[in-house]
């Protein structure tokens, strides 16, 4: 691995470990597990996932695949693909990240690297999800994940962003990662890097129903968590650290009682926390053992 890859790999478990360590509510964290997977499955999946996600010169279906099959051989379930489709245009995209690191620049990167997607990149990431097989994939009328591709990644992305947030990346340029999200983190990393995580997870999940939710509940039981999220983003930056922690163990209670993962919401956090690391700096290797 270059010298390039090997700090890209560093951002991405950075990025990994930073939402882990962040109580998002229904969600998998170090807090309390959940959905019959540990905060450690997570860990291993960041560990194994991020050398082919970050393998110099890759096509991103080729990093998507590949992190997926390593992950898949070391946890055996779904822990991250959201998180990988969302990393590897990103991780792609650094390998030609120019001098200036404002948000703006990375973004245009990111733009070039999914306008230049094709159908090969589509046949590899299609087997990823396949081999995945997140929970609520249903079948589509027209480039469905389960045969041979015909158009791009970008183009068959295309076709489910209006029910899926992260597939929506694909056709708008990572707009949620670059905008909600990095507002959000911009206003709340002087509060640590955990709390900085939970705060742009909350604004994810108070911007718009959080689509693993709807796929596996419904758009109304999803509206009402999107609901619930909003008026906790209006309590929490006046509520003492202790009330705090303990009306977010309560709800994680809840959502996890009734098998409610915010999936979408956390994949697009840890998302937001690798691009920042990419447009900032990247993390000491002290921060990423």
């Given at each position: 691995?270059?010298?390039v ?10 990025a ?17 597990d ?12 960041a560990?194994?996932?991020?050398g082919?996600?970050?393998?110099p010169?890759?096509?991103v ?17 779904n ?38 997607l ?8 299609f ?16 480039h ?7 158009v ?5 992305m295309?076709?489910?962003a ?5 597939a929506r ?18 206003g709340a ?5 955990a ?7 909350l ?14 509940h ?5 509206e ?20 705090l ?13 009734n ?25 000491s290797?002290r921060?990423?053992?």
């Open positions: 691995m270059t010298d890859a090997e700090r890209i790999a560093q951002a991405f478990v950075a990994c470990r930073d939402e882990l360590q962040a109580l998002k509510p229904g969600n998998v964290h170090v807090f309390a959940g959905h019959g997977m540990t905060a450690n499955d997570f860990v291993r999946s560990a194994v996932a991020a082919p996600l970050t393998q010169g890759a096509k279906g080729a990093r998507i695949l590949g992190a997926v099959e390593a992950t898949r051989a070391a946890v055996t379930t822990t991250n693909l959201g998180i990988i489709l969302l990393c590897a245009p990103l991780a792609a995209a650094a390998e030609h990240q120019p001098s200036d690191r404002r948000p703006s620049a990375l973004r245009a990167t990111v733009a070039g690297v999914l306008e230049a094709d159908v090969e990149d589509a046949a590899l990431a087997r990823a999800i396949t081999l995945a097989s997140p929970g609520g994939l249903g079948t589509a009328a027209r469905d994940v389960r045969a041979p591709p015909t791009s990644l970008r183009t068959a295309a076709e489910a209006e029910r899926d947030r992260i990346q694909y056709v708008s340029d990572f707009e949620d990662v670059f905008v909600t999200g990095a507002d959000a983190l911009a990393r002087r509060r640590g890097p709390r900085a995580a939970m705060e742009v997870f604004a994810f999940l108070a911007a718009f129903p959080d689509s693993h939710i709807v796929r596996k419904g758009a109304v039981k999803a009402e968590v999107r609901h619930l999220a909003q008026n906790l983003c209006a309590w929490l930056l006046a509520a003492p650290p202790a009330q922690m303990d009306r977010l163990l309560d709800w994680d209670r809840q959502l996890k009682r098998n409610i993962n915010p999936g979408t919401s956390a994949d697009l956090t840890v998302a937001t926390l690798f691009a920042a690391y990419l447009q900032d700096g990247l993390p290797r921060n990423s053992d």
